[in-house]
């Protein structure tokens, strides 16, 4: 069976400080990887996706992912987070099981940066 | 900008009561799914639909939830009875093709059981 694991549940930092934060998961066959990011108030929505190709992809804001398929492991990270990076982060993987393609989440970091 | 369309945004219930939640997806968009959200953890997938039909719920506590999408559009979540338990936020999504497509997410619709 498909899973997705976050290692950070809550994640604090300051302005400038660089961010990684962990998403291993689990599945038997070729998947999709995303990270979706849901702001105070606002509805999830996509960060950036790994389909295929170069596996270090870059995403809105800064913000990229690298897939190390021998670790089954897409971390995302960021250089430098602002203020407004304050949000809650999910990782999901998306597979095919019988035909169906199944999106799964993982438990979600929640980041709060500091001015 | 399309946008997922969710009702109501929030709902306060009693135990035992009937809750429905109404979805509209972006047009156009085949692949709708219902995911719960309890405070602190990942959306968990309750349904996914491809047009009309349902292609996966084997995660939906079918004794007392249902779903529809008749016409392949728009879609409801029913629970009867609601339980202390289902207090959480039932979010919609909907994606143009499954596998690599992107989910659009509605605001969601946050239920309180009492």
């Known amino acids: 069976a498909q899973s997705v694991s976050q290692h950070n549940h809550h994640v604090i930092l300051s302005e400038a400080a660089s961010l990684e934060l962990g998403c291993n998961y689990s599945?038997?066959?070729?998947?999709?990887l995303f990270w979706y990011v849901q702001y105070p108030g606002q509805h999830l929505q996509l960060l950036l996706k790994y389909f295929s190709g170069d596996p270090l992809v870059k995403g809105i804001k800064g913000f990229e992912a690298e897939f190390i398929k021998s670790k089954f492991s897409f971390n995302l990270r960021k250089p430098s987070v602002q203020w407004s990076d304050t949000a809650e982060y999910f990782c999901?993987?998306?597979?095919?099981?019988?035909?169906?393609?199944?999106?799964?989440f993982g438990t979600g970091t929640r980041l709060k940066v500091l001015a | 900008e399309a946008e997922v369309a969710q009702s109501p945004r929030y709902k306060i219930t009693e135990k035992s009561q009937a809750v429905a939640f109404w979805c509209d997806p972006i047009s156009g968009h085949a692949t709708l799914y219902w995911y719960r959200q309890i405070l602190g953890q990942g959306p968990e997938l309750l349904v996914q639909?491809?047009?009309?039909?349902?292609?996966?719920d084997s995660q939906l506590p079918k004794d007392r939830f249902s779903a529809e999408r008749l016409k392949g559009v728009d879609s409801t979540l029913k629970i009867q009875p609601a339980e202390l338990g289902d207090s959480a936020m039932y979010l919609c999504?909907?994606?143009?093709?499954?596998?690599?497509?992107?989910?659009?997410f509605g605001e969601g619709s946050r239920l309180t059981v009492l």
């Open positions: 999901a993987v998306n597979g095919a099981t019988s035909g169906t393609y199944k999106y799964i």
């Open positions: 599945y038997g066959g070729t998947v999709n």
């Open positions: 999504a909907s994606s143009l093709v499954q596998g690599t497509g992107e989910l659009f």
């Open positions: 639909f491809q047009d009309e039909s349902v292609v996966d």
